[in-house]
């Protein structure tokens, strides 16, 4: 029997009873996608939802924590934990608290209302905080962590993903009560009122949960809910995403789910991508814990960051191409906020170009295309992201739904660029350096990449008005010449499953490619295509004058016809 929400059904029977209705708060909240829950044994610094984790007996002599998160063992054992999921009240209390503090003018009634400890005296507050459950009894699923920053940036060994336990399974939301009362003879009908707005606003901007920086936990209010204000000084920025993509997963790899944590790992490597090309690697590193959080960045400190996102999912979630080869389509909205200034001059920056050179999740770093595999089967590779953003129109005083990114033109970049270290010396100016930033690592700046616009393919691979493939008997017409250059495999160039420029996915001894190609579905008028390839290559530590197989690839894209050198550096004159 699941008796969960009895003991909040009864108090406010009670309430009623003793016409003490003013007094109790309750309504329904409702989880849009996943709260983390807390691991125990095994208590981390994200445990806000009470959880269990039977993992058997752990003794340290047996290895460490993260050593039962198998997460191909949980997927087969425990995909659902025996144990139903609640928010304690003393999580929502807290983080009502957190808000409270970044708003000055109520502190005092914060603390009149809520109580305090200071030293060892300790003043009683006025209002309970009851716990939350699901209206239907909820267990919870199994979720993944995969950290790729040292693969995907340092071109490091690829780090196994960890396993961790959600309340909500990724697709249903889940109806959550949540409840506060007045103390009687203490607090009066205003002051319940009072702290509960501040419940709303608190769940409605934070949400609840381990990782909600990452879009975990967000919460939608009831119907009769005020207005959320940002915090002080805080701005949001919404976009409208389509992602179409051979396929994003979580802990079961054929069950495809485009989840916060692959657009919050994007943003992340970006960060780390662009403070590399100016600040040394510890400073680098440490700027972005600022900016995303962090367990420890190098100095054995702990971060929260001052960055939040947020998926808000439409109906289209991974609906399925009509035609094979199967690549799937997600559409929603993406939401950032962060301190204002930090938002508009440091973090949509770095979208822009991020947006014009790749996609997200699986297959990024390639334009969707048709790949026939080692046993003749086609397959989808890659992906093609759609960022849009409203712009208010100057004429109609409308607002405009509009492509977000970067116009194909050299100017353009070199000054968006510029306006980004701007803003990075007005920020850390003490933390900037001179030194030669082109280590052995995608490193983005423009003495230290290249990027190239290159012609085709001739038309749109695929049909968006009912997601399918244009043409699927010819493999070649799905790519440009960006991506016709990198599947060369012949000598001197060797440049597909080359781990030192074409990588190579799918096996257990997988590396990143060095370039990112993306296609956007603007003609190239001289070459009579459709659509052009916008080609990113990181140097990674070589020149452009050396005999590398990067620098010779950087050679080919400046032979390509057609082309047009966009941003960063170029290839000498005559070798």
């Not at 970067?406 to 000054?415: N, R």
């Not at 012609?455 to 009912?466: F, L, Q, R």
Request: positive net charge; aromatic residues 10%.
């Amino acid at each position: 029997m699941y008796t969960g929400i009895q003991l909040i059904n009864l108090l406010e029977k009670q309430h009623q009873k003793r016409s003490q209705s003013g007094l109790f708060k309750k309504d329904i909240f409702t989880i849009q996608w996943r709260a983390k829950v807390g691991s125990f044994p095994h208590p981390d610094v994200e445990t806000i939802v009470s959880a269990g984790e039977p993992c058997g007996t752990w003794r340290p002599t047996h290895g460490r924590p993260g050593d039962k998160r198998n997460v191909s063992e949980n997927w087969e054992q425990l995909r659902f934990l025996p144990l139903n999921g609640y928010i304690p009240g003393a999580s929502i209390r807290g983080l009502v608290r957190a808000w409270a503090k970044q708003r000055p003018e109520i502190l005092p009634r914060m603390y009149e209302l809520l109580g305090y400890q200071e030293n060892d005296k300790i003043s009683a507050g006025k209002i309970e905080f009851l716990d939350a459950w699901p209206e239907t009894a909820t267990k919870l699923s199994l979720d993944i962590v995969n950290p790729q920053q040292e693969f995907q940036v340092y071109h490091q060994n690829q780090s196994k993903p960890l396993s961790l336990y959600t309340l909500g399974n990724g697709k249903d939301t889940i109806p959550v009560i949540v409840a506060i009362r007045g103390i009687p003879e203490k607090a009066t009908d205003e002051e319940v009122t009072e702290v509960w707005n501040w419940v709303q606003q608190a769940l409605g901007l934070y949400g609840i949960g381990g990782r909600t920086a990452s879009g975990y936990g967000s919460l939608k209010l009831p119907n009769s809910a005020q207005k959320l204000t940002p915090d002080p000084d805080y701005a949001v920025k919404q976009f409208e995403f389509s992602l179409y993509s051979q396929g994003n997963a979580g802990p079961h790899t054929q069950t495809m789910e485009l989840r916060p944590s692959h657009w919050r790992g994007w943003l992340r490597s970006w960060l780390m991508r662009f403070f590399l090309g100016v600040m040394s690697e510890n400073m680098a590193k440490l700027t972005v814990s600022e900016l995303m959080g962090d367990i420890n960045a190098g100095d054995g400190n702990s971060r929260k960051g001052c960055v939040r996102l947020q998926i808000i999912q439409s109906n289209t979630q991974g609906d399925r191409s009509e035609n094979q080869p199967n690549f799937y389509l997600w559409k929603g909205k993406l939401q950032i906020s962060a301190p204002q200034d930090i938002l508009n001059k440091i973090i949509l920056p770095i979208i822009r170009f991020a947006v014009m050179v790749g996609g997200v999740g699986r297959g990024w770093r390639r334009p969707l295309h048709i790949f026939y595999m080692n046993n003749g089967r086609a397959a989808s590779r890659g992906t093609y992201l759609i960022l849009k953003h409203k712009v208010k129109n100057n004429t109609t005083n409308q607002w405009d739904t509009k492509p977000f990114g970067l116009p194909l033109d050299t100017t353009a970049w070199i000054k968006a660029y510029s306006n980004w270290l701007t803003a990075v010396k007005s920020n850390w100016n003490d933390r900037l350096s001179t030194e030669n930033h082109n280590i052995t690592a995608e490193v983005f700046s423009p003495t230290t990449c290249a990027i190239y616009v290159v012609p085709g393919p001739d038309i749109n691979p695929i049909k968006t008005s009912s997601i399918k493939w244009e043409q699927i008997d010819d493999a070649e017409v799905t790519r440009g010449d960006g991506m016709y250059l990198i599947y060369h495999e012949n000598h001197p160039r060797n440049y597909k499953r080359n781990q030192d420029l074409g990588g190579s996915a799918g096996n257990s001894s997988a590396y990143c490619s060095w370039a990112s190609i993306k296609r956007v579905n603007i003609p190239n008028k001289d070459e009579e295509t459709d659509c052009q390839e916008i080609v990113c290559l990181f140097m990674g530590g070589q020149t452009p004058n050396a005999n590398h197989v990067r620098s010779r690839f950087l050679r080919d894209l400046g032979n390509i016809n057609g082309n047009l050198h966009l941003f960063g550096v170029e290839p000498p004159a005559e070798i």
